[in-house]
């Protein structure tokens, strides 16, 4: 619905809300889609944010932290507010900018609400990218490859780990968003690479199309530390760790002297009443490994540098990139809870509007 209020433009904004504070897994519940809003689309006098239309929406697992209530300043992203639109990563088009770096039809990507219109201002624009590229890679690659989960990749393996020819590479949850790029920056610095995902769907994928060596189904395994060492003899000199718990644990035990490990993510500890033990950290000391956790807006300084890496590649077909589209805002919270239930294959992505 839209009507004029004098110049000014009022529609309905349909939003992603989360109704109250999560414990334990999540349910699709636990958010409602509404269309009881309204936004105006202009910006309110003396403001230097922008207005932006959504077009695609990111899933990514550090979004579970949100619901949860915890004390400002304790985790590096403050909990979602009941009642109140959910926020992500997105991809969106200026409608009206107040902000001297970007301008009515800029294409940007960046922290958005979950919501058709989002007006955003302060430091939130900060976290905004200009996207310059957009003729000859799918704009929805912002929300992956070319966003947040492709700058993880790369600083965890490079900048983290750096890797060198012919060493041993494990990437856990490996054909998700982030672990499917690891895997293939492995093999374009002419490492040998492994990897672990939930179903055979996924191992194939991770095999025929994404050129991994080997990979497997963790859940076919009754014993991981086995498992790694039917894979690695000689042990892992890299590991990217996506899921923390019991797959750490067994890693930590096959790492090779010296070798390194980026702790990126824990998707197997965000729904835990009580987070899991890890019972083999002698490993870091008496095999001298270098295990560090990063996050990735820290790196966004190195993302010109990121572009000119992985931008050729993609152009080249030395990259590929798989995507899950859930269409509409609609299916927003049914894409979210999946990733916790593994039902996604590759990057969950969310279609808000197609222009």
């Not at 003729?135 to 890797?163: K, Q, R």
């Not at 010296?258 to 993510?265: F, L, S, T, V």
């Not at 080249?316 to 927003?332: F, N, P, Q, R, W």
């Amino acid at each position: 619905m839209a009507s004029e209020e004098g110049v000014i433009k009022i529609i309905r904004n349909k939003q992603v809300i989360l109704r109250d504070y999560v414990s334990g897994f999540p349910k699709e519940s636990d958010m409602q889609v509404v269309s009881s809003g309204t936004i105006k689309l202009k910006l309110p006098e003396g403001c230097e944010g922008v207005l932006v239309k959504n077009f695609y929406l990111s899933c990514d697992p550090y979004m579970r932290g949100r619901m949860t209530k915890c004390d400002p300043g304790t985790r590096y992203l403050d909990s979602f507010n009941p009642g109140s639109p959910i926020s992500g990563y997105g991809v969106g088009k200026v409608l009206e900018s107040g902000d001297p770096k970007f301008k009515e039809g800029d294409l940007v990507w960046g922290i958005t609400g979950w919501e058709e219109y989002s007006l955003i201002t302060g430091t939130a624009t900060q976290s905004l990218f200009k996207i310059h590229n957009t003729h000859d890679v799918p704009l929805s690659y912002y929300t992956g490859i070319l966003g947040m989960p492709g700058m993880s990749a790369y600083v965890g393996f490079y900048e983290v780990c750096s890797p060198k020819k012919g060493e041993t590479v494990f990437v856990s949850a490996a054909s998700g968003a982030v672990g499917q790029l690891v895997g293939q920056f492995a093999k374009l610095s002419g490492c040998y690479v492994v990897g672990s995902a939930g179903t055979k769907q996924k191992v194939d994928l991770l095999k025929n199309k994404f050129g991994f060596d080997e990979a497997f189904n963790y859940k076919d395994e009754p014993d991981l530390d086995a498992a790694l060492k039917r894979y690695f003899p000689e042990g892992i000199d890299i590991y990217f760790d996506n899921v923390g718990g019991k797959m750490l644990d067994a890693v930590l035990l096959n790492m090779k002297m010296n070798g390194r490990i980026a702790a990126c993510g824990m998707i197997s500890q965000y729904n835990l009443e009580q987070p899991e033990g890890v019972h083999n950290l002698l490993s870091l000391i008496m095999k001298q490994v270098h295990l560090k956790g990063f996050l990735v807006f820290n790196y966004y300084h190195l993302y010109g540098k990121f572009l000119e890496r992985v931008l050729p590649a993609i152009k080249e077909g030395k990259i590929t990139y798989v995507e899950d589209v859930a269409e509409g805002l609609e299916s927003a919270p049914a894409a979210l809870i999946g990733l916790f239930a593994g039902r996604n294959v590759g990057k969950q992505v969310v279609v808000v509007s197609r222009e």
